[in-house]
């Protein structure tokens, strides 16, 4: 058996897992990295002695008493390869986060519920979307991670599929629009090599929120003035109006605002590149 560069299998070893381009021949038949870890069949077969090293790493030059997997008479024991925590990766890249004009203030979210006739609009139209996903991100890509980890080591082998949802506290970075909610589906595979899985797919990110009652988000502090203008002023001034056969310069009536809820959305997508080992025990995700 020859002794092989350890990095060299290493790279051939990722680029199977990512690409499926197969390791050489004389790659694969020779040492594939400096360590590995001890596998058993783990059945009643199993004699002791090896049935403790279960999980074990072991150097391939200093093999343990009888010898590597397999070498000692009728041992039917394994060598996986062995990859130091740092080869483990998650990456989520995010697309169709940019775009978007001048940030709309409260106030424009307020104008928007009075003059808007209740006409929807997008995250990136009020200028928010690049923080809002953000703040999201900060939130849940450690546990998007995670719960995509969790599904490919159910899966194993072959596509599968992960759909998330919750309702975000979003105040701190856009005060109008609050607690929201945020979901989206996970498609993706994973295959399975050596007990390391490599998995790849997409998200689909979506915002859905409402703006519903100005009152909510506190207008009234926000700018007193506006509001005793909107809620006494103009319906008295349109009252007045009325009384005189003038017609009302706005939608509102007397001691009541009238304004159009309307939907604040969004969608944006991203991409997952990963490859973690099968056993949680050893493994920074899930
Ligand atoms: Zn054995």
């Known amino acids: 058996m020859t002794l092989i560069d350890p990095q060299e299998y290493r790279e051939a070893f990722v680029q199977y897992l990512r690409k ?8 694969k038949n020779t040492r594939p990295t400096t360590h590995y870890v001890w596998r058993t069949r783990r059945d009643g077969k199993v004699r002791s002695s090896h049935a403790e090293r279960e999980g074990q790493v072991f150097s391939w030059d200093d093999p343990p008493e009888g010898g590597h997997p397999g070498e000692d008479y009728g041992c039917r024991c394994t060598a996986e390869p062995y990859l130091s925590q740092t080869s483990e990766f998650m990456e989520i890249s995010l697309q169709g986060v940019s775009g978007g004009g001048a940030a709309w203030s409260s106030r424009d979210f ?4 009075y003059r808007g006739n209740g006409r929807g609009v997008t995250v990136r139209e009020t200028g928010h979307l690049s923080a ?7 939130q849940v890509e450690s546990k998007l991670k995670d719960q995509v ?4 080591r ?3 082998d072959g596509s599968f599929t992960d759909t998330f949802y919750n309702t975000y506290g979003m105040t701190g970075v856009v005060f109008s629009i609050g607690d929201t909610v945020i ?5 993706g595979s994973a295959e399975e090599r050596h007990g390391v899985l490599s998995v790849e797919g997409s998200f689909d990110f979506y915002l859905r929120d409402e703006f519903a009652d100005p009152a909510d988000i506190g207008i009234e502090v926000i700018d007193p003035g506006e509001t005793i203008f909107e809620n006494i002023h103009r ?3 349109n009252y007045l109006r009325g009384r005189t056969g003038l017609p009302p310069r706005g939608p509102q009536r007397l001691g009541v605002q009238t304004g159009e809820p309307y939907s604040i959305t969004d969608d944006w997508s991203g991409t997952l590149s990963g490859q973690l080992y099968l056993d ?3 493994s920074a995700y899930g």
Do not use: C, Q, W
């Not at 980890?149 to 490919?152: G, I, K, N, P």
């Not at 979901?183 to 498609?187: A, P, Q, R």
């Open 183 to 187: 979901g989206g589906e996970f498609s």
């Open 149 to 152: 980890a969790r599904e490919a």
């Open 280 to 282: 949680p025990a050893r």
């Open 154 to 156: 159910k899966k194993r």
């Open 20 to 27: 499926g381009t197969p390791i050489r021949f004389e790659t």
């Open 235 to 237: 319906p008295l001034d």
């Open 132 to 138: 809002i996903v953000e703040e999201y991100m900060a």
């Open 110 to 113: 307020v104008n928007h519920y």
